[in-house]
């Protein structure tokens, strides 16, 4: 009895029993079909042309989170998400750092023998499992040490890029590329030769007769625009952000560095603003196409505006960015991210009306 | 299908199915019923005298926000909240900005040339609808460039009010009124003078047989007190707020010169601290008074106190401020705001919390 | 029909009333049934030994609350929320301050005089009902009058202390203990006096033939550790936190001064890392076993790592705090507080998933 107690008690769940009683065989409760019904009759009325922007098919997972707070998810709410993800077209999910500092997503064998602190589920088992239930690609995070300095992330990740591989990468098919989960931002002595070095290990390790060059690799930094404040300061932004063009020349060097080992690059979206996003974008597909790498967006599905950090995105703002993607030939949006921002189930009941704004959008 | 199940899924929304099944002809779930009679019985012992304070009768809508981030909600959400507006007693909405810098209510040619962006939805037309619908007076909210001196705010505004009012205001009885957005605070410099400009175009304009004189305008200052602090910083409060010889001295001066164009005075009450409450209300009544405005109590529902910027506020502090503005005989209040601090269907759950206290209290 | 409507329409309520109903006699909705057959079969998979940690047996009551916005619940709300405490295994509810400068739990005659603000209702009497009710141990937390030197606390509380005994503590059987409320933190000029005549009047006070020494009294003051910053600073840690050797020194200072009027010590286990607890709660528990206080851990059940101020901590944090407490043979936990951060009505969604994954380890 307990679990569906627990179950039933939480509102956003009540909520989801209902919608996925559609999906599976349950009947919906009677009561509220009335309203509903009232309800079938008054969609928004949209005045911009539907679903002109680029899909999202990829999520983040945030695990392990350094400055959202955790939902507190068994294994029952994470099932139901990767259901909701699927419905809403994500085909790709990523962790966004399979550790942090002491925190893990996995048992460790190298972490715990420094420390770590021991999880009491096994994340990465359990999104692997999801992503093959549900048809999908999981990417995975990188160890992140706490350190800004891309050098010194090189040396766990030696050892934890071997344990994941042979405990899950070589063993789930729905393991399908690796995330370098570092940020390159500001602070770029010997990143690119850090970041050289990863890329190669995980292409390397997992190269097989499917995967001759090995599986994907990506990355996901940040522009240095105005919004480009920390977390932990109360201002959302700064008076100067990099122009265009240092962004280019500073990218060039970047590209031209790792594009050997990196298949892929998600600009974060939100460090500019809404009318900078054409400019920047198309900077990065420029850059992109030189090198070879493909030009995805990571769509942030937070507000950067507000005074509380962070909550969901109002839908015309992630639709303005969705936007200025498409028209900038942008090849995939994934979003940072789903199960807090976009999730009907999500604590901040604002995620549900945004899943539903997309949803009416993109039709 | 859809929309049923998108709306159903929120939790919010299961909820208030069933409270509004009750309004209209659904039959309300058995299920819940027995808990339901459970708890009509635990009323909370009021030790205070009921209903003394001045009611809510009008609020504010959020649109365009700059510091509550947006819930995202659909035309089906916002009829909702008119009918839980109107269950509360409020007969008057007002939108805050019908534009904020490139963000825009509705699709203003004159904001569209320069370089705004589109809207997925009109707004304002959903907003005079709904007022119409749910017999409410609707008042318009001016644009807002995002400058602090009101004397940038004049000219957008020539063209915004005409448009507004050719869109909206000459088509939609429900249209009633207009609320010059723009907060006199520290920065006066021609402050009166754009005030009455826009004061005066906004009723020049809206002259008709009915309404001789123009429609009616308000404005919603804040009072610069210890609690005037920006959203963006980390701090709830400062050393040092004006004095209340200071306040009536620097509101004496502005109302001598904008008494002629604004009809209404509606301060912001959460700047200062609830034991400064009588001394402030005492002196702005006074001065409404002298020069013929009527004064109105903006009772902010939400809590200033907090590092959470923002959350709804605690019922008791609410109540000492519409106790204070009963006791000096105030003539209206209205809030900000109903939709995300008092609303039943407010992602933030306290906010349902406070429409039953409210309404436990005022019976 | 308005109490039933209003329950049901908040969706924690909702979810309550669902959960609720099968401890009372109601029945279960059928529709959510199958559903909920589903879920019981997908428990999270944990990986580490279960309930190997100390329970929390004890919460804090946030009334008056200074830095966690009002849940503005009823006496119906906080009747259901002792009833999912009770079922999560507590049994000591503490009210952690019962005035806060001019805010008061209950129509204090003595701070009425003084300028303090009339409540809509008496908590206190409340909260001793429901513990009477529910089989619980009502501690009463002191007033604060909002200074940071200890010794200012004294005089308000000669008058608060008498009045609390004579309308609740004397009346209500649940009424088992004092909370002394002010923090000892880094302003300890004459605190040690303070706490003793506070402490020694809570006690005299309270002798009876049951209690020849009067009731118990505790305290739970923040150890100076790397995370002890205002909670209305932005940052969420500083550089240098106290030595252990400082916190020993001083502590064995301050319980040679109190032990005599200091029944148990609950230290808050927030301030320090989690590689650092072990250290700290060893030498709590030296020191208190050498002044024969009891050794409490007031597991803080919020997240102190956010930039949100305040969210539900993430499950494997406290349980991190729970296991070290149970490593160190601590007496019991009390936690801060369970109906913001772990209840199930809780307003913040992660709070009921948290109960749930803490109902889940402890089997």
């Known amino acids: ?155 766990p990740n030696k050892y934890i890029i071997e344990e994941v591989w042979e405990r899950y990468g070589s063993k789930y098919d729905s393991f399908g590329g690796w995330y370098i989960s570092h940020e390159l931002g500001r602070y770029l002595d010997g990143a690119i030769g850090a970041f050289q070095t990863m890329g190669k290990q995980c292409k390397d390790i997992s190269k097989s007769a499917k995967h001759p060059k090995g599986l994907p690799t990506f990355i996901s930094p940040w522009i240095d625009g105005k919004k480009a404040v920390s977390a932990a300061k109360a201002e959302v932004h700064r008076d100067e952000g990099v122009s265009v063009d240092d962004h280019r020349t500073k990218w060039n060097t970047i590209f031209d560095g790792i594009h050997e080992y990196v298949d892929a690059c998600a600009f974060q979206d939100g460090h500019i603003d ?25 769509a942030e599905s937070f507000d950067r505006d507000m ?31 789903f199960s807090h921002f976009m999730s009907p189930q999500s604590a901040y009941l604002q995620a549900g009306h945004l899943y539903d704004r997309y949803k009416e959008y993109f039709g």
Not at 72 to 89: Q, S
Not at 274 to 298: H, M, P, R, S
């Open 1 to 155: 009895m307990e679990n569906r107690r627990s179950f039933i008690k939480k509102s956003a769940m009540a909520a989801a029993a209902v919608c996925l009683s559609e999906i599976g065989s349950n009947a919906a409760p009677t009561a509220l079909e009335g309203f509903g019904k009232a309800n079938r009759n008054s969609h928004s009325n949209l005045i911009v042309p539907k679903g002109d922007a680029l899909p999202i098919t990829g999520t983040f997972l945030d695990e392990i989170s350094h400055d959202i707070p955790h939902q507190n998810w068994g294994e029952a709410e994470w099932d139901r998400d990767f259901r909701y993800m699927k419905e809403m077209g994500i085909d790709t999910v990523i962790d966004i750092r399979c550790g942090y500092k002491k925190f893990m997503t996995y048992p460790s064998p190298y972490l715990l023998k420094q420390g770590g602190y021991m999880p009491s589920v096994d994340l990465i088992d359990l999104f692997c499992r999801l992503s093959q239930k549900y048809g999908m690609t999981y990417y995975h995070g990188l160890y992140d040490c706490g350190s800004r300095n891309s050098v010194d992330q090189v040396e």
């Open 307 to 337: 005074p509380i950090k962070f909550f969901p995105i109002k839908f015309d703002k992630l639709r303005l960015k969705l936007e200025a993607a498409k028209r900038c030939s942008y090849d995939k949006a994934i979003t940072f991210e």
């Open 274 to 298: 809404y009318d900078e996003l054409d400019a920047f974008f198309t900077v990065n597909k420029q850059l992109c196409d030189k090198y070879g790498i493909q030009c995805w967006t990571n």
